[in-house]
């Protein structure tokens, strides 16, 4: 549980390595145990499939020399051997002699030369006369008939051996005890007849070794002494015995050595085949195999080392943008987080951040803007905490002077002056509508229409179901005031401003004022907008109205100036019906 725990501890990266890299060694130790047990079975086929094999074969080379043997009875129950051989220790006439001798040497020709594997054919008499099939290239034995009492004490009986010293050591002798064969059943020994089998043909290594690779065919004795060796096994040549096991090393060669006893002479056929010649295929293979797996395994490790990083590597980024973020730092390196993912799932994570951060830092920046209006505010109210009564008495006893005094443009100017006042310096927004709105607008224009007289003309074109729209205080009299001081101020004939107020869209109110002034330059509008250009006198300005509607109402652009090409400008405003929707 522990180390469990301690994986799913570790990043995305090394989880995903040791991932990969536990499953692919857990399929290449499955691969390497399978090939293993497919060796190990391969090699046990192998060698009962050559054993059986020989068995087969070593059954066909008994049958050859069982049909030897009976080739040899044939020979010596031949009557006119029987005779010549009899003849042959009687005659004292030398050319009956040469004569008998002839008729022996051509037997013996005709019996060699019927079979292929038999090299020649020899008599050997208990007068040490020596009669061959070979006889021009043969001229005497390798023994005397004494030397060759171990064949007469079989009595007839086949002795298979090595050929003796001075012959071919590629041949095997068959020699059996010649007797005489007559009614008296005396048996008199006549002479010991001799085949030499040419073991290469007989064998037929050629064709028997293309079926098993490079293969080498021994003849053992009883001890596992080697009686007989092939011509191509040169680098065999210092061997001497074979031992009885399955897998034996020769000068540094292993072997698989499959033995097989002869069921006619007393001696064991043994065959040997290297071992990397029948595994070396699947060796071969399963290195190759081997080989592959693990270049495929360092490049699955390489691939999911690229893929993971490619994975990782984004999240490495967006975490540390969230950490600068968490610390106060909104400013995101953006290029750097989105070149390092691709077109997926990631990248959309990392795009949401994106938008999420600067929506934070938007609505922080405009906290920050509304805490810094609220304390000026707040330093306004401070200053203006003289009490309202003394102004208000004091321009009630101003407005009963001048009606005393006949003075009604005065009495007019005070009673405005002091209803602008009242509605200015009243508390909050709480309740106020666009009528309110008019109210005051109307004390402001009562004064305005004093000082300018028929100069100013103002009129209105107002829908009644805006009236009780709610609305923020003060936001038309600073744009009509605007028109008077860069319309009706710079021009000579009378200034024409127009109040319009109308539904816009199904949940918007467009509130529009136009006045027939010379108009606003172009490039003058951004610097009033942005408050690099001051306004004139003590005015709270567009940029106030422009900045406060956008608090309240989170829009872009807000207010909104444009000048016509006859002169004229138009200022728009525009204010959502249910406070929190946006008009744009």
Known sequence: MH???????????????????????????????ALLFIYKDFSHQTVTMTSKTLDLYTRQLDDSLSQLAGYSLNLIFDSAVQDNLVNLSSTKDSYELLMIKNRLNEKLFLSASSLDYMDHADI?????????SASGRITKPGQ????????????????????????SSGQLVMSRL??????????????????????????????FSKNYYKSFFFITGPSGEILYRPGNAEELNTVTSVGSSIYQDFNDTAYFVTTQPSSVAGWSYCLLLPKSEILGRIVTITVSLILIFIFLIFLCILTSFCLSRRITLPLFHLSREMDSVASGNFQIREDELLDSTADDELRSICLHFIQMTD?????????YAVKLLNKDAQLRALQAQIDPHFLYNTLDSVNWLAKLAGQKDISTI?????????QTMSAGNEGYTLGDELKLLENYLSIQQIRYGERLHFSNSIDDKMLSLPVPKLILQPLIENSIKYALENMDKTCE????????KPDCCRIRILDNGPGILPETVPLILSGQLKPRGSGVGLKNVSDRLKLLYSMDEPLQITTDEQGGTCITILIPLEGGFQCQ
């Open 359 to 367: 929506q934070l830092d938007t609505l922080i920046t405009e906290n």
């Open 497 to 504: 401003i127009l109040l319009e107020v109308k539904p816009y």
């Open 414 to 422: 005070v009673q405005s002056l002091a209803a602008l006042m009242r």
């Open 144 to 167: 005397t008939y004494e030397e060759l009492q171990h064949i007469i004490r079989e009595k007839g009986r086949c002795v298979w051996e090595i050929s003796p010293s001075g012959q």
């Open 3 to 33: 180390l469990i725990r301690h994986y799913m501890n570790q990043p995305i990266r090394k989880k995903l390595l040791l991932f990969l890299i536990s499953s692919l060694s857990l399929i290449g130790i499955t691969i390497f145990s």
């Open 178 to 207: 010649i007797q005489t064969i007559n009614n008296n059943f005396t048996y008199e020994p006549l002479g010991i007849l001799s085949f030499y089998i040419d073991v290469d043909v007989l064998t037929d290594l050629e064709n």
């Open 124 to 132: 050997i008499t208990p007068g040490n006369q020596f009669l061959s």
